[in-house]
């Protein structure tokens, strides 16, 4: 991960300044220790010349131990100071980074959302034409299906009137020959009356 390589480089630096911390603490302390094994084996000896010596030196190996102890610590507290600084500017760095992240994944979602917006736009269109398309068919087939009836009620109607007309026409047809039979019957009988008359007038003459 980005945000562990700067924790790890950290880790290394302060784990080199310690050591070198260690170190001269160390040397401090041996400085110090050094001074007081002279100043107490001065004192041993009785030796007016050898204890103004040790002391001399003891108070030369206290001011380098001081002097170490003082460096050390302002160089902890610049060390520290510029770890802060090292530390908030890779924080920064990283935000800002995870802030471009946070912006392009929002600028990513919002184009989603909006392509997604106007997919179900053109779905909506596209089902309102469809139901509309559906609606008129459905009206078209209605009035397909009344104007069906009505021709077929129409087709029946004249198929009955056929029907009657070709009823009537044959009764005509059966009227007329009987008619022609009886005007045939009623022209026989008349002839026959003629005929008789015609006999009758021929004998009185």
């Known amino acids: ?43 041993a000896s009785s030796s007016a010349g050898l204890t103004a010596v040790a002391a001399v030196v003891a108070v030369l190996a206290g001011a380098a131990a001081t002097r170490i102890t003082h460096s050390e610590l302002m160089q902890a507290r610049r060390d520290a100071a510029r770890d802060r600084a090292v530390q908030a500017q890779e924080y920064r760095a990283l935000t800002e980074r995870r802030t471009a992240e946070s912006a392009a994944f929002a600028a990513d979602m919002t184009r989603r959302i909006t392509e997604r ?27 397909e299906a009344r104007r069906a009836d009505a021709a077929e009620r129409g087709r029946d109607t004249a198929e009955r009137g056929r029907d009657e007309a070709e009823s009537r026409a044959a009764e005509a047809i059966v009227l007329v020959a009987e008619l022609e039979a009886e005007i045939d019957v009623v022209r026989a009988e008349l002839d026959s009356l003629r005929a008789a008359a015609a006999r009758r007038n021929h004998r009185s003459a």
Do not use: C
Not at 10 to 27: E, G, I, K, M, P
Not at 117 to 143: M, N, P, V
């Open 117 to 143: 917006e106007d997919t179900i736009s053109a779905l909506e269109r596209a089902l309102s034409d469809a139901q509309k398309h559906a609606a008129e068919q459905t009206l078209k087939r209605g009035q």
């Open 1 to 43: 991960m980005p945000s562990q390589q700067p924790q790890q480089s950290q880790v290394s630096r302060t784990a080199a300044r310690r050591r070198q911390r260690s170190t001269r603490l160390v040397v401090a302390v041996g400085l110090l220790a050094a001074g007081a094994a002279l100043v107490i084996g001065a004192l």
